[in-house]
């Protein structure tokens, strides 16, 4: 099994990377829009604490996971015309951008909601901000922005996927999942 990627698969980071980071994102995404829209009281609380708990966790992952998407010398695509080579190299760029900025705004709302952020009571990051309604707002706005952009992203990228799979049958899962492109 090779760690790296070459140019026909991707290599067993970049892979756990991918599926690892599609968790957290997808549970986050879930987690995010159902307290949304609870009222305010004890439910909405858990709900919050749990998904700033998740986040900070995969704070790091996400991170490194972007720095070694970036770092990495991406597979080859699979032969397809131009047009739609560019737009799946688009939709994962700002797949990309959308989880850096994610894991940037969630923290700085609490900082400058003058609150802290971490895991329950096992670790907190107190703010080093003063406090802000106007940034605060301005960072809610933000996540609440792109985490419907993923959402928008994440639609087009499995739309590629199953066109890949059903109608060009190239396995381009197979190869997110280990094995290579065919040919
Ligand atoms: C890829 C990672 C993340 C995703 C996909 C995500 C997704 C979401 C979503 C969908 C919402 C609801 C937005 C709305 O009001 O419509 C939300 C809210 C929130 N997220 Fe995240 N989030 C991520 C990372 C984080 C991190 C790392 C933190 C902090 C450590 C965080 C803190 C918050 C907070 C405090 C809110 C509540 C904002 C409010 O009260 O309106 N998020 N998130
Ligand atoms: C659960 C459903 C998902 C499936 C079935 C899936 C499938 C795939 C496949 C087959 C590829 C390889 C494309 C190629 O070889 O050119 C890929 C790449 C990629 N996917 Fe997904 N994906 C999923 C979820 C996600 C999520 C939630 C994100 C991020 C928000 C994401 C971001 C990316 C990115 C950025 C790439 C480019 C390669 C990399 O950096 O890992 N995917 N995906």
């Given at each position: 099994m090779t760690?790296?990627d070459?140019?026909a698969?991707?290599?067993?980071?970049?892979?756990?990377?991918h599926?690892?980071?599609a968790?957290?994102?997808?549970?986050?995404?879930?987690?995010?829009?159902?307290?949304s829209d609870?009222?305010?009281?004890?439910?909405?609380?858990?709900?919050?604490?749990?998904h700033?708990?998740?986040?900070?966790?995969?704070i790091?992952?996400?991170l490194f996971?972007?720095?070694?998407r970036v770092?990495?010398?991406?597979?080859?695509?699979?032969?397809?015309?131009p047009?739609l080579q560019?737009?799946?190299?688009i939709?994962?760029?700002?797949?990309?951008a959308?989880i850096?900025?994610m894991?940037v705004t969630?923290?700085?709302?609490?900082?400058f909601?003058g609150?802290a952020f971490?895991i329950?009571?096992?670790?907190q990051f107190?703010?080093p901000?003063?406090?802000s309604e106007?940034?605060?707002?301005?960072?809610e706005d933000?996540?609440g922005?792109v985490a419907w952009?993923?959402?928008?992203?994440?639609g087009?990228?499995?739309?590629?996927v199953?066109?890949?799979?059903?109608?060009?049958?190239d396995?381009?899962?197979?190869?997110m999942?280990?094995?290579?492109l065919?040919g």
């Open positions: 760690t790296r070459t140019p698969a991707y290599g067993a980071v970049s892979r756990l990377n599926w690892i980071g968790l957290f994102v997808i549970l986050l995404l879930g987690i995010g829009l159902y307290f609870l009222p305010r009281g004890l439910e909405k609380t858990y709900w919050r604490s749990l700033i708990a998740i986040g900070t966790i995969a790091p992952f996400l996971r972007v720095f070694w770092r990495a010398t991406s597979p080859l695509p699979p032969p397809q015309a047009a560019r737009l799946s190299n939709v994962h760029a700002l797949l990309l959308g850096v900025t894991v969630g923290p700085l709302i609490q900082w909601g609150r971490g329950f009571d096992v670790v107190a703010s901000l003063a406090k106007l940034w605060h707002k301005r960072m933000i996540h922005f952009a993923i959402i928008w992203l994440l087009l990228h499995l739309l590629g199953i066109k890949h799979q059903f109608i060009d049958r396995r381009l899962l197979a190869r999942t280990g094995r290579g065919r």
